[in-house]
């Protein structure tokens, strides 16, 4: 159930039944070569409408910007800084909160988001109990990164081995290919690349690594591939979802 | 040439030529009984890529999240704080500048982001003066409403008259309905809506347009007029783009 | 009744027979050649005061530095940024709401203003709501532009047809003649100006409009017609402060 | 000369021969029973008139809201919040910097303002470095109480001894009658106030100082007095300011 | 008691008894070629604990890094800006409120604090008025600075007259030999420094004191003179301490 | 090398052959009924000290306040907010990179702030960079947790086993009773606590931990213990510092 694909009576309705919304958040950076800038909303987004059907929980419209300064020395990188990501998580769980929602599952395509979200959950949480909104404190956010699932995390290492990498992964080419198969790039990618997971600033990131890989071939990545890390993913995910609602 | 479907080497390619790039902005809140939530975003994005591909222009994620405080009485509406959105505005431009941008055409389905977003244009030139960016003072940017566009305004005048009003209007469902023809809704329409455009906060809102409709009648839109605003607002929009991109 | 020449027990009691309050708005910016860097300010606070009078309403101090900065690169402006005026509105209303006062009859005198004041009023109505101040739902703020009255907008026409441009402009340096009789200021006006409206960055704005003014050939003005403009805006903005206060 | 009746070409000539200029501060806040709310700025504006003609300064437009916080508590009291005023300061002060400005002579009429304008010194002279604006370690503020010149302090204790107070003194009552002898307030005054000075919140404030006087008869004030006030400050703040601007 | 050498419910057993805690505030900043960086912090601290020793009052962690932007051209100074300290400040208060403390008192190390200070203060009444917590309007701020004590004073101008100084003064660096009496510095000292104590920005706040003191000898400093200061401080802020706990 | 204890020119002098420091950061929070609420600052100051000794690092004052919200439903805990901590993180490292440093290396002692720092390293990489300062983009920050070394965890494993829990742990308060055996605390522990590690907001931990451990069994710790963790954090710390610092 997608909100933005919903009417205010539909949301009011299913709010009798369920506190629970998921939220996709990506970014919008540079994948190396052959990814799609897109690719972590792209992927979040997916994955959400996925997990969304099989339990049948409302889906809020995609965080397409995240958490990207290091790859803002790459054209076509866009990134909040982490002090107005703060605020725009807090802005959009503040106005769910006040329609009724208690629960906020975020599913997110984008590892460098994961700080700066859990800087903007507690600093929501105090922000909602000094509104003193009733039932402020069973407000609870978490963030399930679709990446890190552990089916997914396997599947990875035993199609790519070390050549997964952890940046423009053949695993999420894999997934925005078999997602968007009229869009599959194709460059020469040079086999070398600078394997450590170093991150500092973003003039620092791209003379560190240079066409934006971080130790990735996404040249193995195919449609096939995808639609595995999909299906493994919405699985584990529909999964933990359905655990975070019922658990305390 | 949408910027999520592209590599940062497409992007690095497309600066050589040309220095603007469409922002489709929208809204996340109610549109009435049978508005879509998302139907501010849903426009934006539509007419954005129609646009994109007359004039082959870049086109950027979809801010889906807007400045909708006054509808946030009703579920399911998110909104951002307008110094939350100036951030955010600022963040954009600020990380687009730096890859080489010049020129933001903004393309906009809520009324209610363009005080806003106004604000965010005057903060943002500053700041990046400030910057000592190179040809800062080169930047432009441009919000256009698809829906001020004079001759989708004079469609909806033709097609609904006062019928039309000013928000959940038919003009707008129609283009949601051409856009997503497998989601249209249906619902009863109490005739009878205050017609005032007066807009406080959101609890005033509500009180005022209990349904959320602002004097409109959205049982007039079809999915066939929706096709015939698509192509108005793309074709004026395209003009526009095009104008502003050469324009001194 | 001014508020600056009241004591706080003449506040008290005004609040118990009227909720409404003017405040003036202006700017600090270069106004050409020949107008004053205070026109701005100048005018919003003589036709606050007559409308004060005329309608018994309690005025506020004049905001003389709004939202101009795209006038920075001229000597002698003044402004604020966005994000500044945003907090300063806020403050003000705040103080004045926790005080008894729920209605606010911004009147203006810079069009630069309007955006920012509006992102403003959404901004407060939804951090009153979050204080739980009882009857916040209750607070209404409206911007009346003196500039815009429909009377003043005719004469202006009549009187200097395209000449009356758009900043700079012969009607409100005749305002400030007519306020300010011994400090006409004369200085050659150049005919030719860039008509043309566009307003980005400061120094993009001084680049195209060298002496300052848009458009306009503020040496038609006069004291008398100065007089004129202030009676039909003082008469159509007191008829529009009375609809607004004992208006839902 | 008054910034806001000169027109920018005649700040650039200022600018040829001065680099400073002298800004009133002012408050619109509670002065008791007899004083009215914007005594503060009224005298701060004045002196600085006065003191700009015997010294040929430019004038800058009165702040005549500032910190008052603890006066909240009675209605007419309109405060900035310290963290906003230390944006306002900076915003004026940047653009008078980036015109040329780097002598800046805050004369103020409001003991509650000094530190918050203390603190937005500090904040906009490592924001001036960190712009790299060239002579930024040029830039220097101060701040000059009218009511604590040496001349203006011993005549109100000879005047009025210990009835000279803290808050609604008479010797500001007494320089607000000179300015505006057509609205000299009368009331009856308690004898009885709380004499010592403790400042907290605003609650706090109205139930320790229940008319808003500390420790002041503001009935001893007259007209002629507020001359001899005004005669003093004046003389001894144009000294200041001189010094001021020819020091190191 | 030191706060951080407490368990949580040894906190709650105090409260019961005491609303009251002390907050050493110092500064981490250049004190010339003989003062420690951290003088101000170790002198607050080292004060502080003897006074919550003396009067079985509770210590707060020492706030070592303070407002100190002006010594920021020195090599080691490390400063808060003004609207981060006021932040900072909020937020200890604020904690400590929602627990139940209702009067801090700042024992303070550095005279650049103390404007800062008193906004926060200010910013935060308000602030905790807003939260609508049950008896906001009893919350009590102080700074006491335990240089500026009479005690210490007269002792400092017994001690060293004139060459006491503004900044890097033997007193605060007696103070520091006393409490490390192993890290006692030597080097050669300029006699002449310039004695003004104009204080404005960082770039000329060196290019005026070279070395970094301000008109100090603190050569003249010894251990035993810092007992003697410590004694003083130590007596009269344990009095101003009870007076302020047990004041209306 | 202790900063706090240093002159500006030993800071200079140090400068001259190294670009490093050493940054202890820890909180002022509940450790249950028998830890210290500075554990974490303790603990990350006594193992920075050591690291800066054995590797002749400068070590900055100890930041003792973190991000705790969560903590802050029991009396005694302080925090900064997410968004404060990022202002004052940055105001840090922005000072000490104006002076000469260039590698800034966190000793963390509370795993609530690994989030929010790493937060903070992304906004002050980008707004050095935005400075201009010449090197911006060598500056590089790390956190460290002393409690997550390898040869931490597996003595604590090898000491406890699951009674380390992660809240209030057996090794912490070890360390603890190590730096300051003269204030062992003991209490009687409830065998049984919620040993699941979820984190929300403040009143959801404390009705969720009652007593403010969690999984924890600190009656296992003793001083000596406290030793062997001391020295094991120091050497692997040391080692790591000396990495980074020497590291590209």
């Avoid at 009724?100 to 507690?122: D, E, M, P, Q």
């Avoid at 193995?220 to 609602?245: I, R």
């Amino acid at each position: 159930m997608l909100l933005h694909l919903s009417t205010w009576q539909e949301v009011e309705a299913y709010l009798e039944h369920s506190q629970g919304i998921i939220l996709p958040i990506g970014s919008t950076e540079q994948h190396g070569p052959t990814g799609l800038i897109g690719t972590d909303a792209i992927c979040a987004e997916a994955v959400s409408g996925g997990v969304g059907d099989a339990v049948k929980a409302m889906v809020a419209p995609t965080i397409s910007v995240g958490m990207a300064l290091h790859h803002t020395a790459f054209p076509g990188t866009i990134s909040l800084r982490p002090s107005t990501m703060i605020q725009v998580v807090g802005d959009y769980i503040t106005c769910l909160v006040k329609a009724g929602f208690r629960k906020f599952y975020f599913i997110n395509g984008h590892g460098g988001n994961v700080a700066t979200l859990k800087a903007a959950f507690s600093e929501t949480y105090i922000y909602l109990e000094d509104l003193q909104i009733s039932d402020a404190s069973l407000v609870q956010c978490h963030v399930a990164n679709w990446f890190m699932c552990g089916s997914v995390y396997k599947l990875a290492h035993d199609l790519y081995g070390k050549e997964e990498g952890s940046h423009a992964t053949p695993s999420e080419v894999a997934l925005t290919q078999y997602i968007y198969p009229e869009v599959i790039k194709t460059a020469p990618l040079s086999p070398e690349v600078n394997k450590e997971g170093k991150i500092y600033g973003a003039t620092d990131f791209r003379r560190r690594y240079p066409d934006g890989r971080m130790g990735s071939n996404p040249g193995l990545a195919t449609p096939e591939h995808g639609k595995q890390f999909y299906d493994l993913a919405v699985k584990e995910l529909s999964a933990g979802y359905l655990e975070f609602l019922n658990g305390t």
